[in-house]
């Protein structure tokens, strides 16, 4: 297996990278940093619901979406990035992605107990420490390409002021809250130590580690053809149609008649926050979108529960089924995520 290692790539580029990778069909594994913060979306999530966009805008933080599950996240050099490339008939992407979650979290627990951190993976996909079971790192798995990506990062320090003020909000108030949960629930290895360890060492010892578990990992280059490549996909994903591809239209966008209903629903499943926004002729689902933090495997199932549900009449017992279906024929997996979790999303209650 091969092993990109880079110190910081400028911009989007830092997470473009392993979307090149993957695309090519390259196993290895990619350490890498920002250069300069970004502010990354997850695949299935609405990115008008979840940033500031203005706030972003207004303090040159270039917003992104990757193509990996997972939640809204502040990326600067203070993380190191770990992504682990591996095609669909390697024996090790077969297993189904929680099993491959915690597999995988094994060479970054042991990173941090490098430094001094005891940790331990902890369902659907976060690392935590030991003492206080404070996150240490999130996780993130996606289908790119002839390829299944899991993605990580270790945190040597964290802007939580940042991160609380590009999140879009009801008010400040909130604001405030989602700042002290941040600083109560999330931490560092700056934080646990009080040392600050260069990002040289850091992907030292992620190589280590990861190469007891991977295999002999064969430095390589980054070759011009992959930087055009590269520069090619970022193009692409900083489009405003991938941007903003799952963003829900507004009730005061639809019009509604008697016996047409626009509904939004949110729920919190184990595995993440699940949005929904339905539109309803005469209590069946003509329309749905749904987004969310989940992580959902093969990344094309979420449109095809979508479309399943057109039709649908609005009563649990059809939508249940129709997803249920869905997840059955193709085969998708949604760690932490129920047949009852999208019902309640979906203000379906009886």
């Known amino acids: 297996m091969k092993l990109f290692t880079f110190d910081t790539v400028p911009g989007q580029g830092s997470m473009t990278t392993f979307h090149t990778l993957a695309r090519e069909g390259i196993e290895c594994l990619c350490l890498v940093s920002p250069q300069t913060p970004i502010i990354s979306v997850g695949y299935f999530q609405d990115t008008a619901a979840e940033i500031d966009l203005d706030y972003c805008a207004s303090h040159n933080l270039p917003v992104m979406r990757r193509e990996v599950g997972g939640g809204a996240t502040y990326l ?12 669909r008939d390697n024996p090790l992407a077969s297993r189904k992605i929680s099993e491959l979650y915690q ?28 003492k206080g079971e404070r996150k240490i790192a999130g996780e993130g798995a996606g289908d790119i390409g002839p390829c299944v990506v899991f993605v990580g990062g270790i945190l040597i320090d964290f802007d939580y002021d940042t991160m609380a003020r590009v999140l879009k909000v009801p008010d400040e108030k909130f604001r ?16 646990e130590t009080g040392k600050r360890f260069s990002r040289a060492e850091i992907r030292r010892v992620l190589v280590e580690k990861f190469s007891a578990l991977l295999g002999p990992l064969e430095p390589a280059l980054f070759t011009p053809e992959l930087q055009a490549n590269r520069e090619e996909i970022t193009n692409r994903m900083l489009d405003e149609g991938f941007l903003y591809k799952r963003t829900m239209k507004k009730p005061g966008e639809v019009t509604i008649r008697s016996g047409v209903e626009f509904i939004m629903g949110m729920h919190k499943a184990p595995g993440g926050l699940i949005r929904t926004a339905s ?16 992580t959902l495997l093969p990344l ?15 009563t649990r017992s059809e939508v249940g089924t129709r997803i249920d279906r869905v997840i059955s024929e ?10 009852e979790d999208m019902l309640l999303a979906l203000e379906i209650e009886s």
């Open 279 to 294: 539109e309803v002729h005469e209590n069946r689902l003509a329309d749905v979108t749904i987004s969310g933090d989940f």
């Open 330 to 339: 193709q085969g998708l997996e949604l760690p932490g995520v129920s047949v």
């Open 300 to 314: 094309q199932g979420l449109p095809r529960i979508e479309d399943g549900l057109k039709g649908a009449d609005r």
């Open 176 to 191: 405030d809250k989602i700042y002290k949960s941040m600083q109560e629930h999330v931490t560092t290895i700056y934080r």
């Open 76 to 87: 600067d050099a203070n993380q190191v990035f770990y992504q682990v490339i591996l095609r």
């Open 103 to 130: 597999t995988l979290s094994a060479p970054a627990i042991e990173t941090y107990r490098e430094f001094g951190i005891q940790t331990r993976f902890r369902p659907v996909n976060d690392i935590v420490t030991v």
